[in-house]
């Protein structure tokens, strides 16, 4: 589970979000970002996946960093602060350096030797959605340089360089409710960094916009329904076909495979 901007919001007339950490306590979840937790396939011992959780609504990094006429549009688009950024790297290499992790169930787990997936998750988008955003893209050809962070996270192109960094596969998240994949290829080049990557030349990284699951007045309410493998992560989406009878059912036209490169 991740915080969004509703469990932050504490606004009528204006947009603001305030300090809390009652969505963490009613859940039992950590109340510092990001965090990673890791599951570990009791039928294969060569594989694991970790999922990093981010926080995009922090209302004190907002308050801090920018000045108050800029705030509503930073709280609409999200904000991973540089400190959530620089941890989600380290984190990371904590998991490859050390072999051990957390698993979903609270439990400190051996993942050394193992083939290890990334998933990042934050509530607002990373990227704009490239269906129905015709800017979104300056180029046929989808790489960092060539992307238009509108109506995304703040300071988007930082947030990207650190789940790069960090070897994520795959990022998902939702805010807007409208289901869509999209991607990124990376190459090294494009950060400019004077540090070692050992990371192939290009790499993609993956992001999932997941539908509204209980706001049954969106266009498309459902669900993703996601099995993660080691070279690629298999997404199919349930959707509600009637709103008089809150039912999912499997739409086979999404079944989409969304391969990438450890």
């Known amino acids: 589970m991740v915080p969004g901007n509703h469990d932050r919001y504490d606004g009528r007339w204006f947009p603001r979000q305030v300090e809390s950490v009652a969505f963490e306590a009613a859940l039992e979840l950590p109340s510092y970002y990001p965090f990673v937790r890791v599951h570990v396939p009791p039928d294969d011992p060569t594989f694991a996946v ?3 959780v981010l926080n995009s609504v922090p209302s004190g990094d907002i308050q801090e960093r920018y000045p108050r006429h800029k705030r509503p549009g930073v709280i609409a688009g999200g904000y991973v602060p540089d400190a959530m950024r620089s941890q989600l790297v380290l984190q990371s290499e904590g998991l490859s350096d050390t072999g051990r992790a957390i698993d979903l169930g609270g439990q400190e787990v051996n993942i050394s030797g193992r083939t ?3 998933v990042a998750i934050v509530h607002h988008h990373p990227v704009p959605n490239p269906n129905t955003d015709t800017r979104a893209w300056r180029h046929p050809v989808r790489t960092l340089k060539n992307a238009v962070f509108a109506e995304t996270i703040a300071e988007g192109e930082a947030l990207l360089k650190a789940l790069w960094f960090a070897g994520v596969q795959l990022v998902l998240f939702g805010h807007k409710h409208q289901a869509f994949q999209s991607y990124i290829d990376v190459h090294p080049n494009d950060f400019y960094a004077d540090r070692n990557v050992d990371m192939p030349d290009w790499n993609r990284m993956w ?14 309410p459902g669900f993703y329904a996601i099995e993660v493998g080691k070279t690629c992560a298999r997404l199919r989406q349930f959707s509600l076909q ?4 809150p039912v999912f059912t499997l739409d086979e036209a999404s079944a989409v495979q969304l391969d990438y490169h450890i």
């Open 242 to 245: 009637s709103r008089d009878d």
């Open 116 to 118: 290890l997936v990334k």
């Open 50 to 52: 970790a999922f990093f």
């Open 207 to 220: 992001f999932a916009c997941c539908p509204s699951t209980s706001q049954y007045d969106q266009a498309k």
